[in-house]
């Protein structure tokens, strides 16, 4: 890993004024979100689906603040520091008792309820059983009968298997005893609990909105214990679950742990409604590339930026490290310095490995991604285009895109069709190539013959500037 990707960590910051600063459009989902629950009269589990790095943890914080404005009683838990943890029920049930404020009496009766079912869906059988059971597993014996099971440990063991055996025989008995005795009231723990939590959130004007974010990054087990919970003992009116997720990744790892042919179908049964994060807003990126222009002093051109953020389709996260990372840069000697630098960091944010390219797989990459990008425009913007001869095209769009000052972008578009065009060039246009291809390199390695590796080394160097 490149040593620069250690300068960038999100930081915690206190939210007073929500959704200030925001510059992806994500207030309006607060909006529309809100009012949907406000007029839902019965429980409901929302997932709110995006990628990793789109900013789901910033929206769904910056909700739960302008939630709590409103009056809204709102819990947000981050499932990924609780997942060390058996069970997720006692995590749900006592932030749902701490963030209520309900009659004393109510409030004592639903702990106890709360005790007398979490003791119920936890595994009860007795110690010694359950370490004899996992002995057993490693010899082979777990798929034999009970019964087989105690004479192999009586004829393999002696006096002490015999002793060992009625010991767990003599458990065993007891706890199915017990099991047979409580079936009842087992069966009836789930309606006393719904029951007391209707009771405990039913005098809220507005339902209890409870946000499970980083939900994808739990292991596979609690991952899927939390939400079948929420959907068995906590699927009531009044209180409202939205998880947080990349469901895409969480199906896999389900998929992954439990050898699903299809989680997709399995996580349908706990959620009652899916909302994909929207994308973001036009003209959104423009907004983030100015706010850090000027937050940072960049010597940037905003419109190459945003032509290489659109390329690359870049989420929130992916654009804000690699501006803050080229704020660190920020020492570039010619306009096609901060192009060439965005589009080594936009690679390496997006797990491209630049730095195993040479130089012709770096720039054919990028090419193809724009390439992408500009049969998405409209018609009108490239009909013209011949984008099958990657050199022709970059003219092209190179000649487009001309007229821009100070724009490094049409720089780099220039280099690329006098690199590898099959046109006859002149002795001056072949000067012109060679100039070209110095100013690609990174500052302070203009002896190194690979721009790309040049970048590299800057990179990896950890932004000294010299």
Known sequence: MNVATKFIKDREEEITVPFQGDLWGRQQLSEKLTNFISNLKCGATIALDAEWGAG????????KADLVLKKYKVIYIDAFLHDFMEDPFLILSMEILNAVKADQTIADNFKKTMVS??????????????????????????????EQTLQDIHENTGGF???AGELLEGKLREHLTELVEDYNNSKNQLGYFRAQLE?????????????????????????????????????????????STNKSQLEESINSFYGFKSANSYLEKFIDLNIKFPKRETGSYIEVIREYVKKYGLRLNN????????????????????LQKMALMNNF????SPVMAFIYLAMEQKSMNPSRMSEKEFLDTFMNLLVTYV??????????????????????????QSGRDDSGFTYLLKYYYLEYTDDQIDARTLDMKQSL????????YYNETNFVKSWDNYVSSGFIVN
Do not use: Q
């Open 117 to 146: 079912t979490y003791h119920a869906i936890l595994p009860n059988i007795p110690m010694l059983l359950w370490s004899l059971t996992m002995t057993l597993m490693g010899t082979g014996h777990l798929s034999k009968t009970v």
């Open 303 to 322: 419109k190459d930026i945003l032509i290489l953020s659109e390329t690359f389709n870049l989420n929130s996260r992916d654009l804000t490290r690699i």
């Open 161 to 163: 298997g015999e002793k």
């Open 437 to 444: 291809k110095e100013k690609l390199k990174a500052s302070g």
């Open 375 to 400: 049969k998405g425009l409209p018609s009108s913007n490239h009909s013209n285009f011949d984008f099958a001869n990657l050199a022709k095209f970059a003219d092209e769009f190179g000649s487009f």
């Open 199 to 243: 009771k405990l959130v039913a005098d809220l004007d507005e339902p209890l909105v409870f946000i499970v974010d980083e939900l994808d990054r739990c292991k596979p087990e609690f991952s899927i214990k939390l939400i079948e919970r929420i959907k068995h003992f906590f699927d009531i009116p009044n209180i409202v679950f939205v998880l």
């Open 56 to 63: 789901k943890t910033w929206f769904v914080k910056n909700w």
């Open 333 to 336: 000697y010619h306009a096609i």
